[in-house]
């Protein structure tokens, strides 16, 4: 059997921007297709090699079967038409939805309601709640944009831009506790809004020690989705069938 003829056209497809599940879904079809050709053809008691080759003519040339695809731009993929949008945007709009998520489920606490001073166990918890915010997720998110923009054979700039943008938020913050009191300061912020005062100090050397976490935060992603590729945790190749 052809293998490289479907793995060909996978590439060729994904490459194109046609979305991971309409391209496993086609190939899936096409294989079905192909060995039905291709018992057909050894009913016939012709060579294996010949029957091959039969059937795959029944299906096709490899032009024809990818612009019955090609020509159908919804089955494109959001990420290949806004690659801007879904990598760039989307994981730094991800990552910030999480605080306001903790900000209102802050606000809905008893303690909020009867402005009593908080425990001091709610006060560690919301620490590590935190600290664990600016590091963790935001590599995982890194790592999971340029692992989705590999298995859609895209270029990896938006989802460098993007994790690059979430590595440089999240690094250049500090998680900070006192008594009673549990906040996040920002050493980029007073340099983007610099008419507030509240987000963290305007310090050449904070910002420089949060630019130094950001890039291990985003060489972390790089690594961590690298790791991913060789165990094999992320798409494998599409099984072909045997003779």
Known sequence: MPLHRFES???????????PRHVRR??????????DALQAELAKSVDPDAAEEAAWARLGTEESLAESVLARPELR????????LVFGVGPVLAWLAVPIAIATVLGLLPEADRHAEPRAGL???????????VR????????????????????????????????VLAGSCTVYSFPGQVGVSSS?????????????????????EG???AACML?????????????????RPTASPGR
Not at 138 to 158: N, Y
Not at 192 to 208: E, N, R
Request: charged fraction near 20%; charge should be positive.
């Open 123 to 133: 006060i560690g918890a919301v620490y590590v709640l935190w600290l664990v915010y």
């Open 9 to 19: 056209l996978r590439e060729r497809l994904l490459r194109a921007g046609v979305a």
């Open 211 to 213: 630019l130094l976490r």
């Open 26 to 35: 086609y190939l899936s079809e096409l294989r079905d297709h192909y060995d």
């Open 188 to 208: 980029l912020l007073p340099w983007l809004v610099p008419f507030s005062s509240d987000v963290g100090p305007k310090s050449l050397m904070a910002l420089g």
């Open 77 to 84: 993929s959001a990420a290949a038409r806004f690659p801007a």
């Open 136 to 167: 963790l997720p935001p590599v995982l998110l890194g790592a999971m944009a340029l692992e989705a923009a590999a298995r859609h054979r895209l270029q990896a700039r938006w989802p460098l831009v993007g994790a690059a943008a979430i590595a």
């Open 219 to 235: 060489a972390l992603s790089l690594i961590f989705q690298r790791l991913a590729r060789r165990l094999g945790i992320s798409e």
